[in-house]
């Protein structure tokens, strides 16, 4: 890496994390939710860089066009043991103590939420939905970012 590279490496890391303490600092968890330390946590630390990283799509989306089947109906993980859904307090904690919308549904709520699921047949007790979070097809988006990355007469390797 060069001086001038690595110079705009850490200029922009320097950037992203000053902008990342800031929002941080603004963050604070709602009533009723007394939270240890879940900045540092392994769960608050995913979600800083998961909102980043969907943030960082959209501007790209934005900027470029670019197009790899993008849907922006949400996700949902979904459990088949009792002892799943009851672990889900602390991950639900530092999601919404960082203001990220979600949603943990019984069984009837996976039937609404994903109407093509055998909810019964695959033994499904509930699920947590994401409603913000974006989907698309990876090979497409990788394939479209390397074509703007490359100058137009050189064939990708």
């Known amino acids: 890496m060069t001086t001038t590279t690595a110079t705009k490496a850490t200029s922009i890391a320097n950037t992203m994390t000053t902008t990342l303490g800031e929002l941080l600092a603004q963050t604070v968890p709602p009533l009723g939710y007394e939270l240890v330390d879940w900045e540092s946590s ?3 630390r995913m979600v800083r860089v ?3 990283s969907r943030d960082c799509l959209k501007a ?3 900027e470029t066009g670019i197009a790899y089947e993008g849907r922006t109906f949400g996700t949902t993980q979904v459990f088949r043991k009792a002892a799943q859904m009851a672990s889900l307090d602390r991950d639900t904690r ?5 203001g990220i919308d979600f949603e943990v ?3 009837a709520g996976v039937r609404a939420a994903e109407p093509g699921l055998d909810v019964d047949g695959a033994g499904i007790v509930g699920a947590l939905r994401l409603p913000g979070d974006e989907t698309g097809d990876c090979n497409l988006f990788t394939q479209a970012l390397a074509a703007r990355a490359r100058p137009v007469d050189q064939p990708l390797s």
């Open 105 to 107: 549904l019984d069984p």
């Open 94 to 98: 530092v999601l919404a103590a960082m």
């Open 42 to 44: 392994p769960k608050g």
């Open 60 to 62: 790209l989306r934005a």
């Open 50 to 52: 998961a909102e980043y």
